[in-house]
């Protein structure tokens, strides 16, 4: 590697440095529009150091340092440290549990100077390049049930302490590391159990327990029916039934409502059943309806830019953070919006593409890993805005306003580019 | 390998793409085929109206309504309507010049913007509303009388304990923390009950969407009320106050500086509590609320401090069955216990004088209470602090005396549920070595004996002493509200705990339990006497100082009783200071006297109607003091403003 010789910018991947490009670039005018008055003037407003989108730009140039500082870093500064980051991280997250301040009902976040600065951000970076260096190591047989649960591990730890911190959005993105086990060789039935279990757990929340566990019942009764013959040759095929029907009837009536009143919190719980459409709370209602009724205002070409009325007018709350999509689904309607999420998908499919061009498992293990961490962010957080998931502070990637949060996807998608650029090494 | 994964990278794209699609899917509803929200977010269409909710209602313990809500209207503007109206004429009716006019129409803008409602002018005073109302037409769409709801007191009565709410200030706003489900206009509870109790008693607003027609008149609820949210009323607090002691109380107090505090023993419920002078709280609802607030703030009697629970005074003799309770406790006394008091006590340099000569008057501990022998209490407190089995006072004996007066609730706030409670001063070792640098003895201290000196007490304390004296060493934290309705928090929790305190004996509590009703039955508290009804008092003349011009000078006495009865199984105990005023006898003892009559019988007896009179009609505030004050005539004020509508 003589890079001194050859151009700076040698190996490094344009597509996926232009798509992120332009969704920062989105993302600031979309929160200049979230806070634009009629009567502003815009020009002076540029720089003005009280708004959200001056800070923005502030933290849009520091990340841009960022990157190139990592882009001049070499690579094997990642494999190296992973452990020692993902350590490190872990202590900076039980350091917030201390001396966090309460943000919003939320005690997630550090002070630094007059910045503040949510660790559970940054710990998604650390837990992926741990993750990496693990599944990569040459004593790691994924195949194992042992490595496997030491993966799932690896990803949940951080996630636990962070639901301490009462920040259950951003722990629920440890999930995603799951996409990245299932492409190392997760057997994919689990995505299947997992796929099973939503649709537990809705059920048990929607239906009449006494109905579901008739449905239960008859579905088992039917099954044992066609499969009978297989159940005279083996015996354990029924014990393997019966046992499947006693845990989703234990699941149903014991362990979600468990859950419900006992682990997850009142508003949580209020703000799925308001996604079910069980409850109709004003409160937890309001943000949903204020943020469907910007967007389906929207129409199909949009109001034009800066000229929402909901998203200007304060009508959404969060409109800067947790709501920048109502600013894009009201101003440009269904057209700018269907091209706003193509972005999206190119800068995924990208990523997975860059990923399968690895020789080493490191970096394909991370790639997917960036690519898990952005599509769960940005279904959470759009399926929120338009009803489809309840309301879960997270942030859409790299377009919300928060130094934390882009500077965090910055680094996440700098790395990989600094990776990538080195494909021809093998990095554990 | 990378070839035989790839079906699983596909699996992957797929998954990603599905969900794009169900959104996308979502967003074609919503945006295209779902007409509804468009018209929703159109202020020309659909007129959302926010819905304030009836705050809580609060009641006495009969069940009477003490605090409730009024209507009154607010103007409010959308600036960029208010176009083409006749202004000249909407300022005279609002008594206003053109020129206020254009910056509160300024004000408006930077606050909410054109488009948004905002404030105009709040509370309409009634006369104000009602030409207005007649002419509003003319002022449409651009303004609009919005129902504001105000608090309202029928009694006229409790004004320091029930607060008042005023809009939620930008600062507060800003805070996310703890204001974070407010906005600006928002009425929030500032003093009192009002503030305590407000994540209850505010309820939730509410949001109406209205179909409108071309004039901009509503014509009805949009899609069925399907996207309205209806407002929550918030909850009703139940108080152990009744009202009419209350009432009475702030009679007795009239013209007096000082306060009453009533208590249940037997569920720490506070009956009463009146801080004299007090003032009529309908002066802070409504258009005036400002202008008569600066008035009572500057008002040189100072109304809004609530005296009850914030001012501190020395308890003086008053505090004698406290002395007794450590000495009987410590051992260093019995009951039986007795000293030769000749009119002094002589034991450190400086003699304490005693009222009493003759000898025998404290001959044993009840004689010595109900003479309220000052001789005898020095002497027991200074047994008490130089004890023995402590190490002498500097080792132990001075900070366990100092723990036994934290136990009854001295020197900390005991947790009433309305805020700005006072502390008091309870000085221990450490007070003392800093203060004497270390060379101080018993006789440093030996006014404590006597309820003077350092120690400083707040009504609501001493009240609460006497609930762990009636109730021979337990009480519950006083508080105000026995029950909210619909309760589902955890703020009533603490006031349901028993606390027992001191573990002090019952023979120790018969024996000054004794002592105090011999103080009503046959000593210096014979005024208090009710037929039928066992009292135990103690009377208290507390010496004070103060600065007058400048200089440290002695003040006239303050008059203390504190009280609780019946005896046996007491259902009110009480303490009541008045400042400046001359000997507890003569003072303090009659209010306490007429407020228990008042509970326990209900009505004050024909025979006793004089000395209610004499009571109210005595002034012992400054007469300096009153010719500065407004607080008559604003209370008056009040009174008449109420009747009229």
Known sequence: MNRSQAKLTQGIDWPIVGLYLALVIIGIMSIFAAEYRGDDNVWMDIIHPGKN?????????????????????DSKLFTATANLLYVGGLLLLLLVLGIGKDVKGSHSWLMVGSFQFQPAELTKLCTNLALAKYISSQETDFTKLRSRLIAAAIALVPAGIIILQSETGLALVYFSFFLVMYREGLPGVLLVIAFSGIVLVLSALLVDRTILFIIFTVITALVIYFSRREIKRK????????????????????????????????????????????????????????????????????????KGTQTRYDFVPEQSTDFIFCTIGEDFGFFGSVIFLGIYVALLFRIIFVAERQRSTFTRVYAYGVAGVIFFHLSINVAMTIGLAPVIGIPLP?????GSSLMTFTMLIFILLRLDADRQMVLR | MSVFNQPRKRVIQMIILGMVILIITRLFFLQIVEKKYAKLADANAVLRKVVYPSRGIIYDRQNRSILGNDVLYDLVVTPASAKNIDTAYLCNILNIDKEEFRKRILTAIVKNGRVRQSVFAPLLAPEIFGKLQESMYLFQPGFELVPRQIRSYPYSAAANILGYIA????????????????SSGDYLGFTGLEKTYEPVLMGQRGIQYLVKDNLNRPQGAYENGEFDSAAVAGKNLRLSLDIELQVLGEKLLKGKSGSIVAIDPQTGGILAMVSGPSFDPNLLTGSNRSANFSKLYTDTTKPLFNRAIQATYPPGSTFKPMIALVGLDEGVITPSFGYPCSGAYYGCTRPIKCEHHDPGHAANLRLALSHSCNSYFSHVYRLSVDAAKFGGIKVGGMQKW???????????????DIPSEGRGLVPDTKYYDARYKGSWNSCTSVFLGIGQGELLLTPLQMANA???????GSYYIPHFVSSIDNDNTHLLDKYKVKHDVAHISDTAYSAVIHGMTDVVESGTGRIAQIEGITIGGKTGTAENYGFVNGVRTKLKNHAIFIAFAPAEHARIALAVIVENSGF????????ASLMIEKYLKDTISTKRQPLLKSVM????????MLAKSHLDSLNNNAVIKKKKP
């Open chain 1, 53 to 73: 989108y001056s800070r923005q730009l502030i933290w849009f140039s520091a990340s841009l340092v960022l990157a190139s500082v990592i882009w001049l870093t």
């Open chain 2, 402 to 416: 100092a723990d036994y007066m934290n136990n009854f609730g001295f020197g900390h706030k005991i947790g009433v």
């Open chain 1, 235 to 306: 015996r354990s095929r029924l014990a393997i039934i019966l046992g499947v029907y006693a845990f989703c009837g234990l699941f149903v009536m014991f362990i979600v409502p468990f859950a419900f009143t006992k682990v997850l919190k009142d508003y949580q719980v209020r703000r799925i059943e308001v996604m079910l459409g069980k409850e109709n709370d004003p409160k937890a209602t309001y943000n949903t309806r204020q943020s469907m009724i910007a967007i389906g205002s929207g129409g199909f070409w949009g109001k034009g830019y800066l």
């Open chain 2, 584 to 591: 507890g006898a003569k003072y303090a003892a009659p209010i």
């Open chain 2, 167 to 182: 809009e939620i200030s930008p600062a507060m706003l800003k805070d996310t923390g703890v204001y974070s489900s407010y």
């Open chain 2, 617 to 624: 009609e005595t002034v012992t505030l400054d007469a300096s």
């Open chain 1, 398 to 402: 790299l377009v919300s306003y928060g």
């Open chain 2, 466 to 472: 006497m609930c762990i004296v009636a109730n021979r």
